[in-house]
Nanobody, 123 residues
Framework: QVQVVESGGGLVQAGGSLRLSCAAS????????MHWFRQAPGKEREFVAG???????SYVDSVKGRFTISRDNAKNTVYLQMNSLKPEDTAVYFC?????????????????WGQGTQVTVSS
């Protein structure tokens, strides 16, 4: 069983930055693909970014050039650096882990989820 805990959310003005962190338990963290999803009120959960066990990354088009996902296997932690934030980035951000190491943009392919952290971007 892997436990996933997000942190780093908050309130920021448009154009600002935030860094989310996701700490995962377990000795096999390096073999998991790690993802960030987000869910705004009344909307479906949306893929934001993913990083595979080889550190290959993938992003949804709306965040390319603004968000960066990275991982530190020594700390069992994945990060999401969010720059040039927009009001439409407002959502609860979830971290998810997928066994097998390959990135997938489908929420149902992920095996472990955190509780989420709120990101609010004011205009």
């Amino acid at each position: 069983q892997v436990q996933v805990v997000e942190s780093g959310g908050g309130l920021v003005q448009a154009g600002g930055s935030l860094r989310l962190s996701c700490a995962a338990s377990g000795r096999t963290f390096s073999t998991y693909a790690m993802h960030w999803f987000r869910q705004a009120p009344g909307k479906e959960r949306e893929f934001v970014a993913g990083i595979g066990w080889t550190s290959l990354t993938s992003y949804v088009d709306s965040v390319k050039g603004r968000f960066t996902i990275s991982r530190d296997n020594a700390k069992n932690t994945v990060y999401l650096q969010m720059n040039s934030l927009k009001p439409e980035d407002t959502a609860v951000y979830f971290c998810a882990a997928r066994r097998g190491g390959a990135v997938s943009s489908s929420p149902s392919d992920n095996d472990y989820w955190g509780q989420g952290t709120q990101v609010t971007v004011s205009s």
